[in-house]
């Protein structure tokens, strides 16, 4: 049986793909990475994938917002992506990935949404707690525990068009990891959740739940030695990131 | 066309740069209260319509959930300015832009961006505007201070009377010829004092004499090229010159010390040096496959007037060091050290022309972490250092570390080799950077200089970057140096020095017009780097390069006739023999001199109990917590980090050193730690860079390097070179350099010097303290065996190892008492290296259950940090802490900075191994690790006679260790660290 194919897309400024690639390779999937003006030169090179990932970075220097000139750019492949989704395709962005996703408009699909600057005004690395609210909405949510996973990012607080508009999308259970507490519950507060997203939101899905985008970092936290305090717990036989590559890849097996 | 589209917060949003700009001028003591409202925005100039503007905005460059926009033509030149001006309420607008010919990557995406949309835009410039309400007479001190750096933007205020934006006019093609041979001293030195060029007497009189040979005035453009090469930045000539020393000679001061070391070594039998001394990066053996190579940089005086800026294109530079290393290597960790004046000090002491202490740091922060976190590389180390005699000097080191492939870390050039010029553009950035950092500011230096300022742009490097690994293992070249100090100037004139180079000067790309041939040369414009590549491969890197939207262009080729030819569309404006260039300089003599201080032993204070000494230390801006600086660098990125700088329970423990995976898929790792204490130099240069090296080194051991396999980087930054008494503390560091090296066997690779770092006003001369860092990169077997230093569990055994004397001198406790004098500590080599040597086998047999350095503050604050960082308490004794008789006093024990020392955390069934392992060696138990006692954990010391000499709740030590600096992103980051 062949390998599950994962493409790994950059632009000028990704600077996440090498450790993504390296994921999806440890999840079991064939991954390459991909320059975006060689795929805008050839959309139908998509066709040969079952995972599209948009990884972290600075997109284009994230000059004009982050992940917006991306975004922009990627309005040209609208119909090979569009093929992608309808035929199983499964497509995972990571903060400046989930940036770009918003700002095109393929995330949360239906409402519009932005993501913008932290509420602490600046960039910060930390480790958070996550936790998967609607389990089973989408193979790339990790059901059962909640899970660790660093953030660096200086724009990552999701707004959607109004309040509306995002009770829509957390009835419909699209809102889908939060940032929670050390009781596991979805917190606002500082620094549990480092950029003051509304009930706590890290990552959001598509109707459909084959389009995932979230703030943290998955593929950062794929080997035990990773964590932070690896050190002074017990020992664990991998990182909690993996889960998140590994249900896509067993989905599209 | 000139059109402003501003952008504002939509309402009922926050404000995160109106809430700064209020609270730093409050902070500043200018007066208030202010109430600024930011918004961002653009002008844009072209033949385009205001709803061609408005749809552009809508899509691209607004983002219509949270901010909303306006549009209106500028009002034009001050003369018919008029009707559109918008309505000021309270004071007038303030508009913050760059300065013509000042880098602006948002402007240059925007353009790219509107041209994409079809939109016919000529130029785009990035813009600020502030709407003040606040007392209108600090109005102006608010401008200079808070809102725009004079150096690269320009404010203002009222109408934005512009018409257009246009950045350069035509250049009109002049030889210039100066005239040197008929002058007489005076006059050279005019010639050099007014063009920047920094060139002694000697020097001049060397360059006449040549050109007298050859019977011709040299061109301006040979002149500055042989400043550029001549230059104290590139050249070195005080470390590689003549010193006259208490009556010895010294030839060359690198070559016999620091060098030398390295050389014994080498002929010793160390084995895993490969390329160092020689390339832009020092370069040793990994593992069977890979090499790796680090390099550490200063940038003092263009963060002195631009910090930002100034840091920013600091750690871009040293980026390219390692990508210009070999064939070129991959960046995978970053390090940065400021030394900066105590951020407290009092606004209104500050000399004419010197920026605030807070506002460096809060712009050199940012410099590097906008810098380091666009080009994907962790930045995992550090330190800050605070002296007021960093006001007008602060000290910016930025390093970086790269991995290559093995047999890749040599080049050549080959005569036919095409010199072609990959990356940026060539603009007027940063010219004179090199002579500019080889001289003294002055107060007037912000405004002389201001072009040796520059911004970077990392998304540019960050493509060359990607462009590069993919040609070199293609190997489409065969050299490769990066434009730093110098431009095309220095990287043509030194990878052509043992051939010889012509170069066609109009055929490199330019960021507007107007620039002359000399510019072109000479400019400092960043991110661009030179290679040598064969010509059947030119088309081949042409378009590889193109395939990454990454510019590469053909300047001419290295030849072999030993002249460096410069032309400017045909015109031969440049001459010069290789030779000349680079062996012609007249060897610099300088004397040097040391009076040692006067010794004095300081009579501490008697005190029955010292809690209120350690948590005075904890507060003192070197020991402090450095969180609000090392979370806005992006520690993970590259997915290699397995040390974080912070560490233990709650991820805020002052780690050790960090530890990053080279090669993915592999364990074996490398440590990155540095060592730097001026306060030592003050009173013992020698003792103080024994000290620091030391350091450097228990910093990397102490996480599980092994001892064996340590290479150090030196930074010198001293004060100016001419007084005998400056350089002569600077030669003995070096040879302290040299005696250790030796003894601990850990090579030199790499280094580089910054002289010249005082500041002159109105006759009056600030120097910095002889600042000497020590960069140590070690290297570890398998990071599964890596330490931290946060205690572990309650009933651990603490052992301390190392001897205690009498070492005050210099230290943190007595800066803390304000008491000078004392003996500074010495490093006992042979003692130093058995214990580094017992620690690694230790811990590699499992033993260990965390490890940290005693350092700034000695044995308390060593001890306070373990357990702040371990959220436990400890239960300790001074009884048998391993000291020199006369060290056995509470304050000593306490606060003595002897070098070669650590606390080690060790569970009760392993001691007996451990102090076996240490038999013979200077060792004590110091006491037990301890939970809650009575609700909360306490850290308890009790001294010699047995009473109690500490006593603190760790929650408390921890409070006093935690002190941001609030940079006013958004007071809960600030308080939710006091908070916990």
Redesign the interface.
């Known amino acids: 049986m062949s390998l599950p194919r994962a493409i790994v897309l950059r632009a ?2 990704t ?2 793909d ?2 993504t690639v ?1 994921a999806w390779q440890r999840a079991g999937a064939d991954a390459e990475t991909a ?1 975006i ?2 795929v805008l030169e050839r959309p139908a090179s998509l066709d040969a994938f079952q995972l599209l990932t948009i990884p ?3 997109s ?2 994230d ?3 982050a992940g ?2 991306l975004a ?2 990627l309005k040209a492949l609208e119909e090979a992506l569009r093929r992608f989704h309808d035929r199983g395709g499964l497509i995972l962005g990571i903060c400046n990935g989930f940036q770009v996703l918003v700002k095109a408009g393929l995330l949360p699909g239906g409402p ?3 993501i ?12 958070v707690r996550l936790r998967a609210t609607s389990p089973g909405r989408s193979p790339f949510l990790p059901d059962g525990d909640p899970i660790e996973l ?1 953030v ?1 990012h200086g724009e990552g607080k999701f ?3 109004s309040p509306e508009a995002f009770d829509a999308l957390a009835g419909s259970g699209q809102l889908a990891l939060r940032y929670v507490d050390g009781s596991n519950r979805p917190t606002e507060t ?2 549990a959740n480092p950029n003051g997203s509304s009930a706590g939101v890290a990552g959001v899905i598509d109707p459909t739940g084959s389009i995932f985008g979230l703030m943290p ?1 998955p ?2 936290f ?2 035990f ?2 964590h ?5 717990i017990d020992h664990r036989p991998e990182g909690d990131g993996l889960r998140i590559f590994r249900g896509a890849v067993d989905a599209v097996r | 066309m000139l059109w402003h589209l501003q952008i504002d917060p939509a309402p009922g949003l926050a404000d995160s740069e109106g809430r700064r700009v209020s609270a730093e001028a409050a902070d500043l003591g200018l007066g208030g209260p202010w109430a600024v409202h930011s918004a961002r925005g653009f002008l844009v100039e072209g033949d385009l319509s205001e709803s061609d503007l408005r749809l552009a905005a809508e899509q691209v460059l607004a983002d219509p959930i949270v901010e909303t926009f306006t549009i209106r033509p500028t009002p034009g030149d001050p003369q018919s300015r008029g009707a559109s001006a918008p309505p000021a309420s309270g004071n007038a607008p303030v508009h913050v832009l760059p300065r013509p010919g000042v880098t602006d990557p948002v402007a240059e995406s925007a353009r790219a961006v509107l041209r994409d949309l079809g939109l016919d835009v000529s130029e785009v410039r990035s813009v600020r505007t502030y709407m003040i309400d606040g007392p209108a007479g600090s109005l102006d001190a608010l401008i200079r201070r808070v809102l725009a750096n004079d150096a690269v933007e320009q404010a203002i205020v009222g109408p934005l009377a512009l018409d257009h934006l246009g950045q350069g006019r035509p250049y009109a093609f002049r030889r210039v010829d100066v005239p040197l041979l008929g002058m007489d001293d005076d006059a050279l030195m005019r010639v050099s004092r007014e063009g920047q060029l920094s060139l002694s007497i000697d020097e001049m009189r060397a360059i006449r004499a040549h050109f007298g040979e050859l019977r011709r005035d040299p061109t301006d453009i040979e002149l500055e090229t042989l400043a550029q090469t001549w230059s104290e930045h590139c050249s070195h000539k005080t470390l590689r010159g003549r010193v006259e020393f208490e009556g010895e000679v010294i030839e060359n001061l690198l070559k016999q010390t620091i060098f030398k070391a390295t050389k014994d070594l080498e002929a010793d039998g160390l084995d895993w040096l490969v390329s160092v001394f020689e390339d832009n990066a020092g370069v040793i053996r990994f593992d069977d496959e890979h090499d790796v190579c680090f390099k550490v940089e200063t940038h003092n005086h263009p963060s002195a007037i631009d910090p930002y800026g100034g840091a920013n294109t600091g750690i871009g530079g040293v980026i390219r060091d390692p990508m210009g290393t070999g064939l070129g290597a991959k960046p995978i960790c970053n390090t940065d050290v400021f030394c900066v004046a105590p951020p407290d000090t009092p606004a209104d002491s500050l000399p004419t022309g010197v920026l605030h202490p807070r506002r460096v740091l809060k712009g050199v922060v940012a410099g590097v972490r906008d810098y380091g976190n666009r080009m994907g590389i962790p930045t995992v180390n550090g330190a800050v250092v605070a002296d007021e005699r960093y006001l007008a000097n602060p000290l910016v080191f930025c390093g970086t570390v790269g991995v290559l492939p093995k047999g890749m870390a040599f080049k050549s050039v080959s005569p036919g080799d095409r010199i072609v010029a990959v990356g940026g553009r060539t603009g007027r950035d940063g010219i004179h950077g090199a002579t500019f950092s080889s001289a003294e500011l002055t107060g007037e230096s912000e405004q002389i200089s201001g072009g040796a300022v520059q911004i970077g742009n990392a998304i540019t490097e960050k493509m060359v970057l990607d462009a590069l690994l993919q040609a070199r293992s293609r190997g489409l070249y065969r050299a490769i140096t990066d434009c730093g100090a110098g431009g095309f100037s220095s990287a043509v004139g030194e990878m052509g020095a043992e051939l010889g180079a012509e170069v066609d000067l109009e055929r490199a790309p330019l960021k507007y017009e107007g620039l002359s041939y000399t510019e072109i040369w000479i400019s400092e414009a960043q991110e661009r780097m030179v290679l040598a590549v064969p010509p059947e491969h030119l088309d081949a890197l042409v378009s590889l390069c193109a395939s990454e939207g990454v510019e590469a262009t053909d300047l001419g080729q290295f030849v072999d006739t030993g002249r460096l030819t410069l032309r400017y569309h045909g015109n031969v404006v440049g001459d010069l023999s290789m030779h000349f260039l680079h062996e012609g300089r007249p060897r610099v003599t300088r004397k040097a001199a040391f009076t040692p201080p006067a010794e004095s032993a300081p009579t501490l204070p008697d005190r029955d109990h010292y809690t209120a000494d350690l948590l005075a230390l904890l507060h003192d801006w070197d020991i402090c917590s450095k969180e609000w600086i090392i979370r806005q660098y992006d520690h993970e990125v590259q997915g290699r980090t397995v040390l974080k700088p912070l560490v233990g329970e709650h991820e805020e423990g002052p780690g050790n050193a960090s530890v990053v995976l080279p090669v993915r898929g592999s364990s074996r790792g490398l440590a990155v730690g540095c060592g730097l204490n001026p306060r030592y130099g003050d009173l013992d240069p020698y003792a103080m860079a024994g000290c620091v090296i030391d350091e450097a080194i228990r910093n990397v051991v102490a996480v599980g390097a092994d001892p064996a396999q340590i290479a150090l980087l030196d930074n010198f930054c001293w004060g100016n070179p001419e007084r005998p008494e400056t350089l002569g503390s600077l030669v003995l560091a070096a040879q302290a350099c040299h005696d250790l090296a030796l003894s601990y066997r850990t090579p030199f690779i790499s280094g580089k010097d910054s002289l010249y770092n005082e500041y002159t006003h109105e006759g009056e001369s600030l120097a910095i303290p002889p600042t000497l860092l020590i960069s140590a990169m070690g290297q570890v077997p398998d990071v599964r065996r890596c330490l931290t230093m946060d205690v572990k569990a309650a009933g651990n055994a603490l052992l301390i190892v190392g001897q205690t004397r009498n070492e005050l001198g210099g230290s943190a406790y007595l800066k803390q008492l304000g008491m000078v004098g004392g003996r500074v500590p010495r490093v006992d080599p042979v003692l130093g290296m058995a214990i580094f040597k017992a620690i690694y086998e230790c811990n590699g047999r499992g033993w260990l259950q965390s490890c940290h350095d005693l350092s700034e503050g000695g044995l308390a604050v060593a001890l306070a940090e373990m357990c702040l960082a371990g959220a436990l308490g400890a239960e300790c004794s001074l009884r048998d802490v391993p000291c020199l008789d006369d060290a056995a006093s509470d304050p000593v024990l306490l606060f003595s900075e002897s070098p070669s020392r650590f606390l080690l955390e060790v569970r009760p069934e392993h001691v007996s191994e451990v102090l076996d392992r240490f038999e013979g060696l200077p060792v004590g138990r110091l006491g037990t690790v301890v939970a809650a006692s009575e609700g909360e954990p306490r850290l308890h010391v009790r001294g010699l006679p047995g009473r109690t000499v500490i006593d603190a709740p760790v929650a408390e030590i921890r409070a006093r260790w935690l002190r941001p600096i609030d940079d006013h992103g958004f007071d809960p980051v600030n308080h939710h660290l006091l908070n916990r």
């Open positions: 000028p400024g600077n996440c090498e450790e390296a320059h003006d060689r972290g970075g600075f284009y220097g000059d004009l917002g917006r000139i922009t750019r519009r949404a932005t913008t600057h932290n509420d602490s005004g600046r960039f910060e690395c930390r480790w660093p660096a707004v959607a068009e500082y620094p970092h593929e950062r794929i080997e030695i990773h932070p305090r690896w050190t002074r």
